[in-house]
C-alpha cells in the first residue's frame, strides 16, 4: 500500500470561483507562499481577478488564472493530492461545477467548500463522491471579502482524516487570536457540522446586526446625534466593557466616519463634495429576497425544527425581510401611516446611552445563547460531538460575530465542560450578566415603544428573557385553549409526575363543551 502523502507535498491549492472571495483567497493563499490554480465560469472574474493580481506587488505564491476547467484540475494533477477550495453560490453552482470536474477528481482528492451550503446538501454530496474516494469538507469561511485575504475563520467538517491533513495549511491561512496566537480554524465534526456552524455563525450575527442597525437609529433619529457623535460613542463602546473589541461596533464607528471625496473610492461610489457615504446607502437588505443568502432562514427554520426559541435572531431575519421589498412597503406606508421614529429632547442623555449600550450587550449575549443551544441540539440530534468551546475558539477573529467579552466568559466554561451544555443560561456568569442587564433591555423597549423607534432584536431580547425565565406562563391559557378545541390534554400543576414533567402530551382531558 502507498504511504500517506505529507502535507508538505501540497505546493498548489485549485480554487473555484473568482468573485470578491475566491479572488482574495487566492491572493491570501499566495501570500502564504502557495501557489495558486483559480478557475470561474465567467471568464470576466478571471480576467478581473488576474488583473487585480498583476496589479499586487506582496504575492509570493505563483497565481495561475484559468478558463477551461479540464486544464484547472491538470493543472493541479502533479501532486498526490488534489486540493480544492469551492468558493461560490450555494446549491445549483456547487453541483454544477462538481459534475464537470467528477472525471478529473482521483482517489484522495479533497474538495473544501468554502460557501454558505446549507448542510444537508453538503452531506448529499459527501454521500455522493464517498464510493470515488474523493472526500467533500463542508467548511464555513466567515470575516467576508477582507478576512478572505488577511485570514478568516473556518468551521471544516467532514472526514476526520481529510481535514486533518489539509489542516497545516488552513491554519498558516486562517486569522489568529489575539488572546492566544491560535488559528481560527478548527475540526468541528463529521459529516455537515462545519457548514451547521458557520449556518449558526451567521444567524447569531443577524441578530447582532439588528441590534446594532437599532442601536444607530435610536441615537440618530431619537436622540439627534450626529454621525461623527454616534461614531465617538461606538469607539468608546468598542474599547471597554461588555462591547470591547466587538467587529460590528467596531466598523459600526468607521461607517459613520466616513465621509464623501470628490473622487470616491476605486469604483466611483462615495464621490461628492460633502456629506456621508451612509447617506448613499438606502434601507433595504435583499439578500434573503434574491436567494444569494440562505444561512439566516436556514437558521431560523432549524431553530424551529428542533424546537430552539431563538426570537432575536428570527426577529432579526424578519427585520431584513421586511426591509427587502421596498416597493411593496413603500404601499404599506400609505396605508398604514403609523407614526415614524421622534426626535426627543432627554436631560439625562449620557444615562440613556449607557443603558442603550447595555441592551445592545445583552441583545447579543441572547443571540449567542440561541445560536449555541442551536448547535448543541443539532451536534446532539445528528451525533456529531460539537465541543461549543471550539466554536468559540474560532470566533475570536476574523469572523463577523467577533465578540471579546461573550468570549472570554463562554470558552473556558464549554471547553472545560464535562458534558455538553444544552442550555447556555444554566451558567451562572451568562445568567447574572442578562440579570444585570434587563433593566436597560426593560428601558430602551419602553423608550422605543413611546418614541415610535424600531427594536426589533433588542425587544425580541427582552421578552425571550421573560419566557424563558418565566415560572408560568400566559402560556396556561393556550393549553386550556388547545383542550377545549383539539383534546389536546394537559397537565396539572404541582402534581408529582406531571410539575414539571416530560415534554409530551398531558395525561388529562376536560369536555368543556360535549361534541
Not at 21 to 31: A, D, K, N, V
Not at 305 to 310: E, F, I
Not at 395 to 416: K, S, T, V
Amino acid at each position: 500500500m502507498a504511504p500517506k502523502p505529507n502535507i508538505n507535498e501540497i505546493t498548489r491549492i485549485g480554487i473555484v470561483g473568482a468573485g470578491n472571495m475566491g479572488t482574495m483567497m487566492s491572493f491570501g493563499f499566495s501570500e502564504n507562499g502557495l501557489d495558486v490554480s483559480i478557475w470561474d465560469v465567467s471568464e470576466e472574474n478571471v480576467n478581473r481577478a488576474r488583473e487585480m493580481a498583476e496589479q499586487t506587488k506582496t504575492l509570493k505564491g505563483k497565481i495561475d488564472h484559468f478558463k477551461d476547467i479540464h486544464e484547472f484540475t491538470k493543472s493541479l494533477d502533479s501532486q498526490p493530492r488534489k486540493i480544492f477550495i469551492f468558493s461560490i453560490t450555494h446549491g445549483w453552482p456547487a453541483d454544477s461545477v462538481l459534475e464537470k470536474i467528477r472525471d478529473d477528481l482521483k482517489e484522495g482528492d479533497i474538495i473544501l467548500d468554502g460557501g454558505n451550503e446549507n448542510y444537508r446538501n453538503t452531506e448529499r454530496r459527501q454521500r455522493e463522491l464517498e464510493p470515488k474516494g474523493v472526500k467533500w469538507i463542508g467548511m464555513g469561511v466567515s470575516g467576508g471579502y477582507q478576512s478572505a485575504r488577511r485570514g478568516p475563520s473556518m468551521s471544516p467538517g467532514g472526514d476526520k482524516e481529510a481535514i486533518e491533513f489539509v489542516l497545516p495549511l488552513l491554519e498558516k491561512f486562517a486569522a489568529k487570536s489575539a488572546v492566544d496566537g491560535k488559528p481560527c480554524v478548527q475540526y468541528m465534526g463529521p459529516r455537515g457540522a462545519g457548514h451547521y456552524v458557520k449556518m449558526v455563525h451567521n444567524g447569531i450575527e443577524n441578530g447582532m446586526l439588528s441590534a446594532v442597525c437599532e442601536a444607530w437609529n435610536f441615537l440618530h433619529k431619537s436622540l439627534g446625534l450626529s454621525y461623527d457623535e454616534i461614531a465617538k460613542i461606538f469607539e468608546k463602546w468598542n474599547s471597554e466593557g461588555e462591547l470591547r473589541n466587538t467587529y460590528l461596533i467596531q466598523i459600526g464607528a468607521k461607517i459613520c466616519r466616513k465621509k464623501k471625496t470628490p473622487q470616491g473610492d476605486q469604483h466611483g461610489e462615495g464621490k461628492g463634495e460633502g456629506g456621508y457615504v451612509l447617506d448613499d446607502v438606502l434601507d433595504k437588505v435583499v439578500q434573503d429576497d434574491d436567494d444569494s443568502e440562505g444561512t439566516p432562514y436556514w437558521t431560523v427554520v432549524e431553530a424551529a425544527n428542533r424546537h430552539v426559541a431563538a426570537p432575536t435572531i428570527a426577529t432579526g431575519h424578519f427585520f431584513r425581510v421586511a426591509s427587502g421589498n421596498r416597493a411593496q412597503r413603500l404601499k404599506v406606508v400609505e396605508n398604514l401611516n403609523v407614526p415614524k421614529p421622534q426626535r426627543v429632547d432627554v436631560k439625562d442623555k449620557n444615562n440613556l446611552i449607557e443603558n442603550l449600550r447595555r441592551a445592545v450587550y445583552a441583545s447579543f449575549l441572547c443571540s449567542f445563547c440561541q445560536g449555541l443551544e442551536l448547535i448543541a441540539r443539532a451536534s446532539k440530534d445528528e451525533g456529531w460531538g460539537v465541543n461549543l468551546g471550539k466554536c468559540i475558539q474560532i470566533w475570536r477573529a476574523g469572523c463577523i460575530i467577533q465578540e471579546d467579552h461573550i468570549a472570554d466568559m463562554l470558552e473556558p466554561i464549554l471547553l472545560n465542560a464535562h458534558e455538553p451544555i444544552m442550555n447556555m443560561k444554566l451558567i451562572d456568569e451568562v445568567a447574572s450578566d442578562l440579570r444585570k442587564n434587563f433593566d436597560a433591555l426593560k428601558l430602551i423597549t419602553l423608550k422605543a415603544i413611546e418614541w415610535d423607534n424600531y427594536v426589533p432584536a433588542i425587544s425580541a431580547s427582552l421578552e425571550y428573557l421573560k419566557y424563558v425565565g418565566g415560572g408560568m406562563l400566559a402560556t396556561q391559557f393556550m393549553e386550556a385553549e388547545m383542550d377545549y378545541f383539539g383534546a389536546h390534554a394537559y397537565d396539572r400543576p404541582h402534581v408529582r409526575g406531571e410539575d414539571p414533567g416530560k415534554t409530551s402530551k398531558g395525561a388529562h382531558h376536560y369536555e368543556w363543551r360535549p361534541a
